[in-house]
């Protein structure tokens, strides 16, 4: 049988690089990792054997060179790339945040997108996976511009998969509630790591494990079986305003 190839963007951490490691390892897939930092990806090809290509995915440029210069098929990209930057109620929060979030949350994940349908189609079964997040489902305050963007990227993969239906390529949302990563939490505060810890005290998060597991799941599923969105959250946390902490009130 063929060997599947992945493309995993934001691979240099976190989710990304644990996604590759998951597909490499426990399903045998030749994997080409993206991310803006050589060092780390270098660091992950030594690692893993896997394939690297340095690019961001809000560079045109850049994501012109990535459909250019990777392996051939492509059977899965993995749109992993995103994040949140601040801690604001909207009537304060910074309309740059807000454009930031969006450009690499949104259209970040549309320009790696539309750059690899040609291979996905040409693969004949094609995988697009988006790691959205449970604030694209719903919204929790200081977060807005981080809750909009996702919510926009949740609606773009639910378009995108009525418009897909009937070409061999299944379009499969992972919606992750809290995971504890070296840098999602400390990214949003701005370096802030007693703000960052703080989201997680008192629960067992998810770790970046836990998603690669989902994801290399879903993608494993007979090739009829489109699992369209899987929303995976830590056990005490109930919803985004819900969270149960030991040895703290319910808040
Ligand atoms: C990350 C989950 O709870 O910070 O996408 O919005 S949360």
Known sequence: MERRHAVVTGASSGIGAATVRTLVREHGMRVTAVARRADRLAALAEETGC??????????ADVERLASEMAQPVHVLVNNAGGAIGWEHVAESSLEAWSRQYEVNVVGTVRVTQALIPALRASGSGDIVVVTSTA?????????????AKHAESAMVRTLRLEMTGQGVRVIEIAPGMVRTDEFSLTRFAGDQASADAVYAGIEPLVAEDIADAIGWSVTRPHHVNVDRLVIRPREQGSATKTVRRATAPN
Do not use: L
């Not at 394939?51 to 045109?60: K, R």
């Open 51 to 60: 394939d690297v290509v340095v690019a961001d995915i809000t560079s045109d």
């Open 136 to 148: 694209g489902i719903e919204p929790y305050e200081n977060g807005a511009g981080y809750v909009a």
